[in-house]
């Protein structure tokens, strides 16, 4: 019912060479929740603006349930959108700022009643609705505006940003919420946001985009496991994935990463990828999450051909685990450990690699050497 | 030294427990601002003092008697206060061609037009210019600043010829049509409806608002401090305009009462026998003014803090 496919988009600004937008292609089944997440400027919100029709796209076609849209006026594509800074109109109560659209497309009078009744229900807003928004608060202003969108029973959902000018605990309730109102309505939703904890939270597929093209489309956890390029890898995940740059370098048989002070094997797993691609012994970066990275004490055997020695610079205890910010050299390596760790800062420690878990990219391209082509 | 200059202030005001509380108020809040402040806050009040005399003057010369009015040197206060001004000011009217209250009629239709059709004018070219995308908007919009630098006088002989032109002397268009393009206005209105979050204006489309609901209910409701000054700047323009009622008008029945007043003093056979009546009539003039100014300053200033025009 609330399909929407992208075919091929771009957005050209005036006097701008390189597309802000560049060949968007995507198809939203009905009922997905798809977040849309990468840097400021990276063409997401764009994107967005297109679908909801107050962009024109420059190139290529949007259909909306299967409908040619682009040419189609904003109030007719049967969407809702919430906006970052709520744009609620000051002048209207929060009843008349959620009856408006329906009043505007002539829905009977009892069924608006109705209408705003549930949605105020559902966000717990009921007792809000004869005030003003400048006597809301933020939190509260925003569950208004989501419920003018809810009120609408649209084809989609489209979100900018909505949380971010929320505080941190009221972002992660309404974050609740907003997965809650999509698990219980089962519409289509277009989720825009800059924050990667958002995007991993809340979306059944996130789609990457960095300079208007898409770096990656995948549900969450493939998109942690298996990042496409250097930049997905370096985007999700926080603290970020370590990089370490150095070259491939075969021995015996046996593939070895190598960089000043390190000469680690590459598990046989990799090899075999490796020489399917070609990758001819050269320059290559390694992605190592925090997590796989243990420090050495508490390491198994097997992982002997792995380890490294480093000095913990700095530590941050985060309450559940605490994150070893360590010297290799000088290259810096991010270490996940127990919360109660007794190392302090300062020590010289020995650190796991765990080198099966390990991502390859090409220094270049940045295109990942691990995953399988197929999945890439 | 603190201390004695407080026990002074209380002792001095002892049988007056209000003043006594002022006293130790403004004490209190003395010790919080500096010299400079204090300074400062004297010399503006003084210069505001200074500013409020012509009006002071301007409310006691209608009261006073035509020997006072002529006194040298002449006094701020009235000593003999007498309502004879205004009795004259409708007498003689009466006696004359055209009365005091033709005169009060002209002004007034001429000030509501002008009033509505400038607001009219300016909201509108104001929302397409800040929210609109369409060929040559820098252009147009570059005139418009253009001919915010033209002296009225330079153009009034092309103004002329253009109200001539179009037949409208002695019309009420006359006085009208000219302020309706108010370069001032649109300018304001424009800066003001810039503030205006693009979002809202977005959700409002998404809601299936068309351009001219999302102008009437979203748009003017938010600028309403922008419109309240533009009537407060229209007004006083229009209401002592004398420009439509010298040039374009020679009937005297579609004249202006600030062209009235103007002829009472100008007029030289009458110029002393005018002066009683012209203070009045000032006073009656003035009030009108004092009237939409205090209606609408708050507002007032909030458009200009909002503007950026200071």
């Given at each position: 019912?609330?399909?929407?496919?992208?075919?091929?988009?771009?957005?050209?600004?005036?006097?701008?060479?390189?597309?802000?937008?560049?060949?968007?292609?995507?198809?939203?089944?009905?009922?997905?929740?798809?977040?849309?997440?990468?840097?400021?400027?990276?063409?997401?919100?764009?994107?967005?603006?297109?679908?909801?029709?107050?962009?024109?796209?420059?190139?290529?076609?949007?259909?909306?349930?299967?409908?040619?849209?682009?040419?189609?006026?904003?109030?007719?594509?049967?969407?809702?959108?919430?906006?970052?800074?709520?744009?609620?109109?000051?002048?209207?109560?929060?009843?008349?700022?959620?009856?408006?659209?329906?009043?505007?497309?002539?829905?009977?009078?009892?069924?608006?009643?109705?209408?705003?009744?549930?949605?105020?229900?559902?966000?717990?807003?009921?007792?809000?609705?004869?005030?003003?928004?400048?006597?809301?608060?933020?939190?509260?202003?925003?569950?208004?505006?989501?419920?003018?969108?809810?009120?609408?029973?649209?084809?989609?959902?489209?979100?900018?940003?909505?949380?971010?000018?929320?505080?941190?605990?009221?972002?992660?309730?309404?974050?609740?919420?907003?997965?809650?109102?999509?698990?219980?309505?089962?519409?289509?939703?277009?989720?825009?946001?800059?924050?990667?904890?958002?995007?991993?939270?809340?979306?059944?597929?996130?789609?990457?985009?960095?300079?208007?093209?898409?770096?990656?489309?995948?549900?969450?956890?493939?998109?942690?496991?298996?990042?496409?390029?250097?930049?997905?890898?370096?985007?999700?995940?926080?603290?970020?994935?370590?990089?370490?740059?150095?070259?491939?370098?075969?021995?015996?048989?046996?593939?070895?990463?190598?960089?000043?002070?390190?000469?680690?094997?590459?598990?046989?797993?990799?090899?075999?990828?490796?020489?399917?691609?070609?990758?001819?012994?050269?320059?290559?970066?390694?992605?190592?999450?925090?997590?796989?990275?243990?420090?050495?004490?508490?390491?198994?055997?097997?992982?002997?051909?792995?380890?490294?020695?480093?000095?913990?610079?700095?530590?941050?205890?985060?309450?559940?685990?605490?994150?070893?910010?360590?010297?290799?050299?000088?290259?810096?390596?991010?270490?996940?450990?127990?919360?109660?760790?007794?190392?302090?800062?300062?020590?010289?420690?020995?650190?796991?690699?765990?080198?099966?878990?390990?991502?390859?990219?090409?220094?270049?391209?940045?295109?990942?050497?691990?995953?399988?082509?197929?999945?890439? | 030294?603190?201390?004695?200059?407080?026990?002074?202030?209380?002792?001095?005001?002892?049988?007056?427990?209000?003043?006594?509380?002022?006293?130790?108020?403004?004490?209190?809040?003395?010790?919080?601002?500096?010299?400079?402040?204090?300074?400062?806050?004297?010399?503006?009040?003084?210069?505001?003092?200074?500013?409020?005399?012509?009006?002071?003057?301007?409310?006691?010369?209608?009261?006073?008697?035509?020997?006072?009015?002529?006194?040298?040197?002449?006094?701020?206060?009235?000593?003999?206060?007498?309502?004879?001004?205004?009795?004259?000011?409708?007498?003689?009217?009466?006696?004359?061609?055209?009365?005091?209250?033709?005169?009060?009629?002209?002004?007034?239709?001429?000030?509501?037009?002008?009033?509505?059709?400038?607001?009219?004018?300016?909201?509108?070219?104001?929302?397409?210019?800040?929210?609109?995308?369409?060929?040559?908007?820098?252009?147009?919009?570059?005139?418009?600043?253009?001919s915010?630098?033209f002296a009225p006088e330079t153009v009034s002989i092309p103004r002329y010829i253009m109200v001539s032109?179009?037949?409208?002397t002695?019309?009420?268009?006359a006085h009208?049509l000219p302020f309706?393009a108010?370069?001032?206005?649109?300018?304001?209105?424009?800066?003001?409806?810039?503030?205006?979050?693009?979002?809202?204006?977005?959700?409002?489309?998404?809601?299936?608002?068309?351009?001219?609901?999302?102008?009437?209910?979203?748009?003017?409701?938010?600028?309403?401090?922008?419109?309240?000054?533009?009537?407060?700047?229209?007004?006083?323009a229009?209401?002592?305009d004398m420009e439509g009622s010298t040039l374009y008008?020679?009937?005297?029945?579609?004249?202006?009462?600030?062209?009235?007043?103007?002829?009472?003093?100008?007029?030289?056979?009458?110029?002393?026998?005018?002066?009683?009546?012209?203070?009045?009539?000032?006073?009656?003039?003035?009030?009108?003014?004092?009237?939409?100014?205090?209606?609408?300053?708050?507002?007032?200033?909030?458009?200009?803090?909002?503007?950026?025009?200071?």
């Open positions: 019912m609330g399909n929407v496919k992208f075919h091929h988009v771009y957005k050209y600004y005036k006097g701008e060479p390189i597309p802000s937008v560049n060949d968007f292609h995507l198809d939203v089944a009905d009922g997905e929740f798809l977040v849309l997440v990468g840097p400021s400027g990276c063409g997401k919100s764009t994107t967005l603006r297109m679908l909801a029709g107050l962009e024109d796209v420059s190139q290529g076609d949007i259909y909306i349930d299967g409908k040619f849209t682009n040419f189609v006026s904003p109030k007719d594509r049967d969407i809702a959108m919430v906006f970052q800074n709520y744009a609620l109109y000051p002048n209207l109560s929060v009843h008349e700022n959620m009856a408006l659209g329906l009043q505007l497309r002539k829905v009977a009078k009892h069924d608006v009643e109705l209408r705003v009744n549930r949605a105020a229900k559902m966000l717990e807003i009921s007792h809000l609705l004869s005030k003003k928004p400048n006597q809301l608060s933020g939190g509260q202003k925003q569950r208004v505006a989501l419920g003018r969108a809810l009120v609408r029973e649209p084809k989609a959902f489209l979100m900018d940003e909505p949380l971010s000018n929320l505080d941190a605990k009221l972002r992660t309730q309404t974050r609740t919420e907003i997965i809650k109102m999509h698990g219980q309505l089962q519409t289509t939703f277009v989720y825009v946001t800059h924050d990667q904890t958002e995007a991993m939270t809340m979306g059944t597929r996130i789609v990457v985009m960095k300079d208007g093209r898409i770096q990656q489309v995948a549900p969450p956890q493939q998109l942690y496991d298996e990042p496409r390029n250097l930049f997905v890898a370096g985007f999700i995940g926080t603290p970020q994935m370590n990089f370490l740059q150095g070259a491939v370098v075969r021995q015996d048989g046996v593939y070895y990463f190598e960089t000043k002070r390190l000469k680690l094997r590459i598990p046989e797993t990799y090899s075999v990828r490796f020489e399917a691609s070609g990758a001819n012994l050269r320059q290559i970066v390694l992605g190592l999450r925090p997590e796989h990275v243990a420090c050495g004490n508490d390491a198994p055997e097997a992982w002997a051909d792995w380890q490294a020695a480093a000095i913990v610079d700095m530590k941050e205890p985060m309450g559940s685990d605490t994150f070893l910010y360590t010297k290799v050299g000088e290259e810096t390596l991010i270490a996940r450990t127990d919360a109660h760790t007794p190392i302090r800062v300062g020590d010289s420690i020995l650190l796991a690699l765990q080198m099966n878990k390990a991502h390859f990219f090409d220094l270049e391209s940045g295109v990942s050497l691990s995953i399988p082509g197929d999945r890439a | 030294m603190g201390n004695t200059a407080t026990e002074r202030i209380n002792t001095s005001t002892e049988p007056l427990p209000n003043s006594k509380r002022m006293a130790s108020r403004l004490w209190r809040w003395r010790k919080h601002a500096s010299w400079f402040q204090v300074t400062l806050i004297v010399f503006l009040t003084a210069i505001g003092l200074f500013m409020l005399l012509p009006i002071i003057f301007l409310f006691n010369n209608a009261f006073k008697p035509l020997n006072e009015l002529f006194l040298f040197p002449p006094t701020i206060w009235v000593k003999e206060p007498t309502m004879r001004n205004f009795e004259r000011l409708f007498l003689h009217s009466a006696a004359g061609v055209v009365p005091f209250t033709r005169y009060l009629f002209n002004s007034v239709i001429v000030v509501a037009l002008t009033l509505f059709s400038v607001i009219m004018a300016s909201t509108m070219a104001g929302y397409v210019l800040a929210k609109h995308r369409f060929h040559f908007k820098t252009l147009i919009m570059s005139l418009i600043m253009l915010l630098m032109g179009l037949g409208m002695n019309t009420y268009f009208v309706i108010s370069p001032v206005a649109v300018f304001l209105m424009k800066q003001f409806i810039d503030q205006v979050p693009d979002a809202l204006i977005e959700a409002a489309k998404l809601d299936g608002a068309g351009d001219m609901y999302i102008f009437t209910r979203i748009i003017i409701p938010l600028i309403a401090p922008a419109v309240a000054t533009i009537s407060i700047i229209t007004f006083q229009v209401y002592l008008t020679q009937k005297e029945t579609m004249k202006t009462l600030a062209y009235y007043v103007s002829s009472l003093t100008a007029n030289l056979q009458n110029s002393v026998a005018g002066q009683s009546i012209a203070a009045a009539c000032a006073l009656l003039m003035f009030i009108p003014n004092l009237i939409m100014f205090l209606l609408f300053q708050r507002k007032m200033i909030q458009t200009m803090l909002h503007s950026g025009v200071k």
